[in-house]
Structures are given as structure tokens and as C-alpha cells.
């Protein structure tokens, strides 16, 4: 028979709690973009994430030297594998021929985990990384790590982009005892766009088409085995076999995609509405035509929705308190006498530490051709600075060992970061203004250097290719440094602006003073007359002004 998974109620939700890692991923291809790059974003959301930027040299083995492979989430040692006689230089999540892997966790059947794999997920990806060139070979070199040394994480939805195709792949494990996963590659066509958010999203594909798909050879045998499937095979779709839909599955992650193709085409996406808002099984289109041309800043400010204007606008009720903050601190469902409720889960959220868009150009040098726009904390109050592929180190304020989640130091980016975003929590709709402000400003600057630096770069690599690579690598070297410097300065006027619930006004960016040379009187800016009318509404008894009563 045909699968059909109906939405269920609260009390089910509570069982797709989403993973640590709950991201989001954006696709564009290369007609879909405005300048003919591919593009992925991703956002690694973890509360135990310390955003930094990977870096891996190229390198040469000698035969039989073996790799040691640990779970990215947790650190814990799997074991080990042999390694490549060659790998390549792998930038965050992108490497030096402008391959790049991102990834959300859907978690689906939980039976279907091997704690005895050797490879997590997130290894899968820094591994592919350093072995392949493009994602055709990447999906191949996925699949067949997982055959061979077995996959030890759950559910999981890839994004695989190089400078011409991109593609979704999704794969889920065969249980304990029984090594190797079950997986399916799409590519998206030319001219659309995709997203995923920590739910499968691939449903029926075409079994016939090897240019466009690819599985493994029993991804349908063995749900039949399973008994999670008993229609006909071209009937059979991958995210109801493995990755059931229950109400968490639509409102916490689904939606997140609905938010991200709404931007880009919201006239088609209108139907969808009542889908994101868990009223309704229609699934989404696993890839759509956009409206218009998409550049890397549009897909930046994807990465930055909290369902502004929409029906889940996180702006709107109470919970977004007297500065419309559009966060909700976790847990992600909590309970009111017996009753069990839930918040929103945005694609801009606090436990982020870092996230990128990746873009990929065809049309330069591999070296210079790929920028991973890479920002860590909040996407909402970062930004996105230019990590070139060709680059041969890091910069120290976004490297390795710079500080970590315990250790607090204005040396990293990270922490400079957090410390305007933590800030902007409180005071929200104040602050977030003047955090757009030089947000906007960085990001339209670097977005004007790299298209010199592009040309530059060119010129040199033409003469030079490894002085291109120095020259790349100072180029973004400095401007991370720069934009760290200029973010905690904003953190320190920000401070002083807003102190104490007050106003210190000022003029781009100098604040007043008296004629006697001292500081201006504060303004006192209160509350919305929304706010003010939920506290008249909770206490007004309590707190009108009153006459005193009269004497006996």
C-alpha cells in the first residue's frame, strides 16, 4: 500500500526533539544565482558548538598509515581507517578545488543507528573533503566509506556542491549488525533552488535517471525488509520510508525550509503556509524556480530570518517581550499545568557557532573561485567574511585553539561576537538596528574588495600561483582581524549607548555632550504601548496612579 503519515498531535512532537546539531541548509545552482556561482549555506546550531574554522593542509601519505576517526559532535574515538596517499586543503567546508559538503541531522528510525560504524556524519564530510574533487566524486566516496567501515550516525541530509552541479544526498543507517547505509542522491536542476532543515526531504525519485540520481542498490529492498514500505517501486519515496512525519518534524524543521523558499518565491509558496504552521500534509517540492536571480547577500539574509512578516513571526507574541526579540531561549517545548506547548524554531538562532555561504565560480581558478563567507555566533548578528579556497592558513582570531566555550578571550571572533549579540537579547529592537547598521557596511565593503581582490588575484595566479595563494590568504587574513576589531568596538559603543536601560544619544557614532562639554542627559525610551498594555492587562490594578484615599 502507498505510506500515508498523518500529522499527529503535541504529546508525538515531544519524540522529534531535533538533534544538537539542528541546521539549516540553503541551495542555489548555477542559473538560479546572479552570477552564475553555486552556492550553499549552512548553520551549525549547537549549544555545545565553538565556532571556528577548520583547516586541514594538503598532504602526502606513505602506504599503510591509518587515520584516526573521531565523532565531530562528541570527540569520541571510533577508530581507524586508512588514509588517502593524497588529500587536499579543505577550508571550514570547503576545499581547495571548490568542493563543498554541508549537512542537517533528520535523525529518522532510530532502529536503523550502528553504534559499531566508524564514521559519523561529520567525519564523512572533513574526510570526503581531503579525498575528493567534485560532488560526484564526493558522493561516491561517501557511500563507499560508509560501506566499507560502516556509518555510526543517524539520519542525515547533505548538501554536495562543486562550481557546476549541486546536489542533495540523504542516507540513514541498517541498524546494529549490519554495516553500511541507505542512501539517495538528487541533483537539483539548473535555474532552482533547494533547502533542508533537519527533516528528509527527498520523497519519490527518478530510478532511471543515473544522470540526475543516484542509491544505493536496496535503499528500496531493504524498507521493504523492514517493513517500512510495501507499494510499487516507483511509488516509493525515501523521507516516509525513513523519516516519518510527526507535527516536530513540520513546525520545527520543515518550516525552516518553507521561511527560506518563501523569500525567494513567495508567490508559489503561499499554499504552503498552512504545511509550515502543522495543519497540513502537503510536502513541500524538494527544489523550486526562485522569483529572480540569487546573490550571495540574499542568501545571507535567509540565513538571518526569524519568520518576519509571516504567520510565525517570532516578533509578534508575548514571548518576544518588550523589545521584540525574535528568540526563544530552550527548552524548545516546556509545559504550563499540564498542557505541553512549544516555540519556534527560526533559521537565525542563538545556539549557533558559525554558519557560511559558500559560493563556487566556475569561471575563475579554483584558488580564487571559491569564498566560503564564513561568520560564527548568530547569524542574525554576524559577519560573513571572506575565506578564500586557495588559502594556505587561517587567521588566528577564527583558528583552532583561540579560546573555546569555557574560555572567554577578545582574541577570538567567537567570543567578540557573542559579546554584541548577548547584549542585543536584552534590548533587541534598539540594538539590532545599529548592529545592521555596520553589519551592512562590513558586508558591502567586503563584498566590493573581493571583486578587486578576484581580479588581482587572477593576474598574479597567472604569473604566480602560489603567490596568489599568499596574496589570498593575507587578503583574508586581515579582513577577519579588521572585522573582529570593528565588531568589539560596536560592542563597547553599544554598552555604553544602552546602559542601564537608558539612551546616551548620539551622531554617527559620537554621543552628545552639553555646552559645558559634559554628557548629554540620558533618555529614558520605555517600552512599546503593546508592552505597556500587557502589563496593564497582567497587573493595572495594581500599579494605576491613584489618589491617596481621603482622611476620616
Given at each position: 500500500?502507498?505510506?500515508?503519515?498523518?500529522?499527529v498531535?503535541?504529546?508525538?512532537?515531544?519524540?522529534?526533539?531535533?538533534?544538537?546539531n539542528?541546521?539549516?541548509?540553503?541551495?542555489?545552482?548555477?542559473?538560479?544565482?546572479?552570477?552564475?556561482?553555486?552556492?550553499?549555506?549552512?548553520?551549525?546550531?549547537?549549544?555545545?558548538?565553538?565556532g571556528?574554522?577548520?583547516?586541514w593542509?594538503?598532504?602526502?601519505?606513505?602506504?599503510g598509515?591509518?587515520?584516526?576517526?573521531?565523532?565531530?559532535?562528541?570527540?569520541?574515538y571510533?577508530?581507524?581507517?586508512?588514509q588517502?596517499?593524497?588529500?587536499?586543503?579543505?577550508?571550514?567546508?570547503?576545499?581547495?578545488?571548490?568542493?563543498?559538503?554541508?549537512?542537517?541531522?533528520?535523525?529518522?528510525?532510530?532502529?536503523?543507528?550502528d553504534?559499531?560504524?566508524?564514521?559519523?556524519?561529520?567525519?564523512?564530510?572533513?574526510?570526503?573533503?581531503?579525498?575528493?574533487?567534485?560532488?560526484?566524486?564526493?558522493?561516491?566516496?561517501?557511500?563507499?566509506l560508509?560501506?566499507?567501515?560502516?556509518?555510526?550516525?543517524?539520519?542525515?541530509?547533505?548538501?554536495?556542491?562543486?562550481?557546476d552541479?549541486?546536489?542533495?544526498?540523504?542516507?540513514?543507517?541498517?541498524?546494529e549488525?549490519?554495516?553500511?547505509?541507505?542512501w539517495?542522491?538528487?541533483?537539483?536542476?539548473?535555474?532552482?533552488?533547494?533547502?533542508?532543515?533537519?527533516?528528509?526531504?527527498?520523497?519519490?525519485?527518478?530510478?532511471?535517471?543515473?544522470?540526475?540520481?543516484?542509491?544505493s542498490?536496496?535503499?528500496?529492498?531493504?524498507?521493504?525488509?523492514?517493513?517500512?514500505?510495501?507499494?510499487?517501486n516507483?511509488?516509493?519515496?525515501?523521507?516516509d520510508?525513513?523519516?516519518p512525519?510527526?507535527?516536530g518534524?513540520?513546525?520545527?524543521?520543515?518550516?525552516?525550509?518553507?521561511?527560506?523558499?518563501?523569500?525567494?518565491n513567495?508567490?508559489?509558496?503561499?499554499?504552503?503556509?498552512e504545511y509550515?504552521?502543522?495543519?497540513?500534509?502537503?510536502?513541500?517540492?524538494?527544489?523550486?524556480?526562485?522569483?529572480?536571480?540569487?546573490?550571495?547577500?540574499?542568501?545571507?539574509?535567509?540565513m538571518?530570518d526569524?519568520?518576519?512578516?509571516?504567520a510565525?513571526?517570532?516578533?509578534?507574541?508575548?514571548?518576544?517581550?518588550?523589545?521584540?526579540?525574535?528568540y526563544?531561549?530552550?527548552?524548545?517545548?516546556?509545559?504550563?499545568?499540564g498542557?505541553?506547548?512549544?516555540?519556534?524554531?527560526?533559521?537565525?538562532?542563538?545556539?549557533?557557532?558559525?554558519?557560511?555561504?559558500?559560493?563556487?565560480?566556475n569561471?575563475?581558478p579554483?584558488?580564487?573561485?571559491?569564498?566560503?563567507?564564513?561568520?560564527?555566533?548568530?547569524?542574525?548578528?554576524?559577519?560573513?567574511?571572506?575565506?578564500?579556497?586557495?588559502?594556505?592558513?587561517?587567521?588566528?582570531?577564527?583558528?583552532?585553539?583561540?579560546?573555546?566555550?569555557?574560555?572567554?578571550?577578545?582574541?577570538?571572533?567567537?567570543?567578540?561576537?557573542?559579546?554584541?549579540s548577548?547584549?542585543?537579547?536584552?534590548?533587541?529592537?534598539?540594538?539590532?538596528?545599529?548592529?545592521?547598521?555596520?553589519?551592512?557596511?562590513l558586508?558591502?565593503?567586503?563584498?566590493?574588495?573581493?571583486?578587486?581582490?578576484?581580479?588581482s588575484?587572477?593576474?598574479?595566479?597567472?604569473?604566480?600561483?602560489?603567490?596568489a595563494r599568499?596574496?589570498?590568504?593575507?587578503?583574508?587574513?586581515?579582513?577577519a582581524?579588521?572585522v573582529?576589531?570593528?565588531?568589539?568596538?560596536?560592542?563597547?559603543?553599544?554598552?555604553?549607548?544602552?546602559?542601564?536601560?537608558?539612551?546616551?544619544?548620539?551622531?554617527?557614532?559620537?554621543?552628545?555632550?552639553?555646552?559645558?562639554g559634559?554628557?548629554?542627559?540620558?533618555k529614558?525610551?520605555?517600552?512599546?504601548?503593546?508592552?505597556?498594555?500587557t502589563?496593564?492587562?497582567?497587573?493595572?490594578?495594581?500599579?494605576?496612579l491613584?489618589?491617596?484615599?481621603?482622611?476620616?
Amino acid at each position: 500500500m502507498k505510506r500515508f503519515i498523518a500529522l499527529v498531535g503535541v504529546a508525538a512532537m515531544l519524540f522529534h526533539i531535533t538533534p544538537a546539531n539542528a541546521c539549516t541548509n540553503v541551495l542555489v545552482t548555477k542559473n538560479a544565482s546572479v552570477d552564475g556561482s553555486t552556492m550553499i549555506s549552512y548553520a551549525a546550531d549547537s549549544h555545545d558548538l565553538y565556532g571556528e574554522l577548520y583547516f586541514w593542509p594538503a598532504a602526502t601519505y606513505e602506504p599503510g598509515t591509518m587515520l584516526k576517526v573521531y565523532e565531530w559532535d562528541t570527540g569520541k574515538y571510533l577508530g581507524e581507517i586508512p588514509q588517502a596517499s593524497q588529500t587536499y586543503t579543505v577550508i571550514g567546508n570547503m576545499n581547495e578545488h571548490q568542493l563543498t559538503i554541508a549537512e542537517t541531522t533528520f535523525g529518522g528510525r532510530s532502529e536503523l543507528r550502528d553504534n559499531n560504524g566508524l564514521i559519523d556524519y561529520g567525519s564523512l564530510i572533513y574526510i570526503t573533503l581531503q579525498r575528493a574533487k567534485t560532488a560526484r566524486e564526493a558522493i561516491q566516496v561517501m557511500t563507499e566509506l560508509v560501506a566499507e567501515h560502516g556509518y555510526y550516525s543517524s539520519g542525515e541530509s547533505f548538501s554536495i556542491a562543486d562550481k557546476d552541479e549541486v546536489w542533495v544526498m540523504e542516507m540513514i543507517g541498517k541498524g546494529e549488525n549490519n554495516k553500511g547505509a541507505v542512501w539517495v542522491a538528487v541533483r537539483i536542476p539548473d535555474g532552482y533552488v533547494s533547502a533542508h532543515a533537519n527533516q528528509a526531504r527527498i520523497t519519490t525519485f527518478p530510478l532511471k535517471d543515473k544522470e540526475n540520481c543516484l542509491y544505493s542498490e536496496d535503499v528500496i529492498s531493504f524498507a521493504r525488509e523492514k517493513g517500512y514500505f510495501d507499494g510499487k517501486n516507483k511509488d516509493f519515496s525515501f523521507a516516509d520510508a525513513y523519516a516519518p512525519l510527526d507535527f516536530g518534524a513540520v513546525r520545527f524543521c520543515d518550516a525552516r525550509v518553507w521561511s527560506a523558499f518563501n523569500i525567494m518565491n513567495p508567490a508559489d509558496m503561499g499554499k504552503y503556509e498552512e504545511y509550515a504552521l502543522g495543519n497540513s500534509t502537503e510536502r513541500m517540492p524538494l527544489y523550486i524556480k526562485p522569483d529572480r536571480k540569487i546573490s550571495h547577500r540574499d542568501v545571507m539574509n535567509i540565513m538571518r530570518d526569524h519568520y518576519e512578516g509571516t504567520a510565525l513571526d517570532m516578533t509578534k507574541d508575548a514571548g518576544a517581550g518588550p523589545y521584540a526579540k525574535p528568540y526563544r531561549f530552550r527548552p524548545l517545548t516546556w509545559e504550563v499545568e499540564g498542557e505541553k506547548y512549544f516555540n519556534e524554531r527560526a533559521i537565525a538562532t542563538q545556539q549557533t557557532g558559525f554558519s557560511f555561504v559558500a559560493q563556487m565560480r566556475n569561471w575563475l581558478p579554483d584558488h580564487i573561485g571559491g569564498i566560503l563567507w564564513f561568520g560564527v555566533d548568530d547569524a542574525a548578528s554576524t559577519v560573513y567574511m571572506p575565506m578564500y579556497a586557495g588559502m594556505t592558513a587561517v587567521p588566528n582570531c577564527l583558528a583552532k585553539g583561540t579560546g573555546d566555550l569555557l574560555n572567554f578571550t577578545w582574541d577570538a571572533s567567537f567570543w567578540v561576537f557573542t559579546f554584541v549579540s548577548n547584549q542585543a537579547y536584552g534590548r533587541y529592537s534598539h540594538m539590532i538596528e545599529d548592529i545592521k547598521k555596520v553589519q551592512t557596511e562590513l558586508e558591502d565593503n567586503l563584498t566590493s574588495f573581493t571583486a578587486a581582490i578576484d581580479q588581482s588575484a587572477k593576474a598574479l595566479y597567472d604569473q604566480n600561483p602560489e603567490l596568489a595563494r599568499q596574496f589570498l590568504t593575507d587578503f583574508s587574513i586581515n579582513q577577519a582581524e579588521l572585522v573582529t576589531e570593528r565588531w568589539r568596538k560596536l560592542g563597547e559603543f553599544l554598552l555604553v549607548k544602552y546602559n542601564d536601560g537608558n539612551l546616551h544619544e548620539e551622531e554617527n557614532g559620537v554621543f552628545k555632550r552639553n555646552e559645558h562639554g559634559n554628557p548629554a542627559h540620558a533618555k529614558f525610551p520605555g517600552y512599546s504601548q503593546d508592552y505597556y498594555k500587557t502589563i496593564v492587562k497582567d497587573a493595572g490594578d495594581h500599579l494605576k496612579l491613584r489618589e491617596l484615599p481621603a482622611e476620616n
